[in-house]
């Protein structure tokens, strides 16, 4: 059964800079490398956010415009981990950020579909 663990979120006054971390294990059947994944937030009252996604292989990312130019996802597919570097972070960048194989906008925090970790919590104080 795949498992997916975030780490790394925090308290972080704005401006700051945090580090989180998705570990993948369990592939039995497939690899680690044969999915893309993506980071998503929720923050309270509000919808489920699609923040940023990378390809299996290539590493080609994608990213919403609320964390363009701030945030950057990358993978370590060696080591089956994923990571989400935010700079800059602002009061709104405060949220439960999951990392998932799901990649699609619609997505629910967490779906029914695809694997999900358990979220990490990201406070950003002023």
């Known amino acids: 059964q795949v498992q997916l663990v975030e780490s790394g979120g925090g308290l972080v006054q704005a401006g700051g800079s945090l580090r989180l971390s998705c570990a993948a294990s369990g592939f039995t059947f497939s690899r680690f490398d044969m999915y893309a994944m993506g980071w998503y937030r929720q923050a309270p009252g509000k919808e489920c956010e699609l923040v940023a996604t990378i390809t299996g292989i290539g590493g080609r990312t994608d990213y919403a415009d609320s964390v363009k130019g701030r945030f950057t996802i990358s993978r370590d597919n060696a080591k089956n981990t994923i990571a989400l570097q935010m700079n800059s972070l602002k009061l709104e960048d405060t949220a439960v950020y999951y990392c998932?194989?799901?990649?699609?906008?619609?997505?629910?925090?967490?779906?029914?579909?695809?694997?999900w970790g358990q979220g990490t919590q990201v406070t950003v104080s002023s």
């Open positions: 998932s194989s799901e990649t699609t906008v619609q997505a629910m925090c967490p779906d029914k579909f695809g694997f």
